[in-house]
């Protein structure tokens, strides 16, 4: 068979349509990468905020209705979160994230992960291993810290 009847026989029409049927796939494959993507560079944003106490970068990360929960109990808004942090009164010397994973669920992006981190609470050093849990929102195109709660580990039996 010619090209030429190839094309007139409609099968090319056939083999374009199922090829682009069968790339949707991996179209669809690529987007939760991207987005994952996407959240581990809040992420790291957001680390580099908090040890800077850039209050005009944690505005930008954090959503309107942030809920930060600290491992003691206490919960901030977004405004005494960001105050806490821009104040020098929660200071963080240093953070470090050790495994970490995302998980996707429509707009809402599950980040959990091991923070070991140098603080001065107070003017006093300190350093904490805790866990923590954030809940990122795609809001606006952007994804915007929703929640964060930490929790302590229990002791390890010697």
Not at 72 to 77: A, D, F, R, S
Not at 136 to 147: C, F, M, T, V, Y
């Amino acid at each position: 068979m010619s090209f030429v009847s190839f094309c007139r026989s409609g099968l090319l029409t056939l083999v374009l349509i199922a090829s682009t049927i069968l790339s949707f796939p991996a179209l669809a494959a690529d987007k939760p990468d991207t987005a994952v993507n996407a959240v581990e560079q809040q992420v790291e944003a957001l680390r580099l905020a908090m040890i800077a106490g850039d209050a005009k970068q944690l505005d930008k990360l954090a959503a309107a209705k942030l809920s930060y929960g600290h491992s003691g109990g206490l919960v901030e808004n977004k405004a005494e979160f960001i105050h806490k942090l821009e104040s020098g009164s929660s200071d963080f010397v240093t953070i470090e994230l050790k495994n970490q994973h995302i998980s996707l669920s429509g707009d809402v992006a599950l980040v959990r992960h091991d923070l070991h981190a140098d603080i001065k609470d107070g003017g006093v050093p300190n350093t904490i291993h805790l866990g923590i849990l954030l809940v990122w929102q795609l809001q606006d195109g952007e994804w915007k810290l929703l929640a964060r709660q930490a929790f302590k580990y229990p002791p390890k039996n010697p």
